[in-house]
């Protein structure tokens, strides 16, 4: 008897799974954060640390909430808050008047980069509390010594990239320029400057964000109000709740200023990147 057929099972194609949408970038972000929380309550619930070292999550919260609704040490959040504000925009903002003028012209002047390069490059490096003391004998306790600190934290890093920026500016554009009958003010409005918009922009993020992380180091000055302040202040009377709440809010004043300044360079160098 001959074999019969053994019938094949089917091969009929299975339906195409449907890719998996990516979760937005955002997401990610919120996950590592939830993630950090969780393990910072395991942390301090299972005291695995002491509390007196570091408190809960929700230990903080109440700090949160009794300064807001007693302040601390006769001063509100938000005097604190713009007290901080107010030194690290008088420092920053004297800076980037200063620093980028002279940044370009040591640029475009070789004997004034010769000159003056060497003073940017010798005070970079040196840590802003150097200067502190000296500060305090010049200029005293009160916010100038202060706002001082902070703008020796960001002048050298803007000069710096104000130089290197215009430094960097392609010779074959301003030769394009000047052979099309631009005038010498309209080749460095038109061509130098906006070339060099990236450079200094990307110095002024460095900038701020040194100057933001010296602003605890410049309420050590004797100060009365101020995150920094607080966080010193808190120290002295082992409130760990208070100084976490301080790093926190700092942390977070940190990134919206450095948005705020990332938004500020997209609107304004909308060119980068396009060379």
């Known amino acids: 008897m001959p074999d019969l057929p053994v019938p094949l099972p089917s091969l009929a194609a299975a339906p195409p799974r449907r890719p998996r949408r990516p979760l937005p970038l955002p997401a990610y972000g919120a996950g590592a954060v939830a993630a950090m929380l969780v393990a910072w309550w395991a942390v301090s619930g299972g005291r695995l640390v002491p509390a007196e070292l570091l408190p809960a999550p929700l230990q903080v919260w109440q700090a949160l909430t009794e300064v807001l609704r007693e302040g601390y040490r006769g001063t509100t959040l938000a005097e604190n808050v713009l007290s901080t504000l107010g030194r690290l925009g008088g420092g920053f903002g004297l800076a980037v008047l200063t620093g980028v003028p002279l940044g370009l012209w040591m640029g475009r002047n070789r004997i004034a980069g010769a000159a003056i390069d060497w003073i ?33 934290t960001a002048f050298p890093i803007i000069v710096a990239a104000s130089a290197a920026g215009l430094r960097g500016v392609k010779r074959q554009r301003i030769q394009a320029a000047e052979a099309l009958g631009a005038s010498p003010s309209q080749v460095f409005r038109h061509v130098i400057l906006p070339s060099a918009a990236p450079m200094i922009f990307t110095g002024l993020q460095i900038a701020l964000a040194a100057a933001f992380s010296t602003v605890v180091s410049a309420e050590l000055m004797a100060a009365s109000d101020g995150l920094g302040w607080m966080v010193i202040s808190a120290s002295h009377f082992l409130r760990n709740d208070i100084i976490i709440l301080c790093i926190l809010l700092l942390g977070l004043l940190g990134i919206a200023l450095a948005w705020a300044l990332r938004l500020l360079d997209r609107r304004l160098v909308h060119w980068r990147g396009r060379d």
């Open 120 to 152: 940017i490059q010798f005070l970079r490096p040196l840590p802003p509390l150097s200067y502190m003391i000296l500060l305090i004998l010049w200029l005293g306790t009160g916010d100038a010594s202060k706002t001082a600190l902070l703008f020796l």
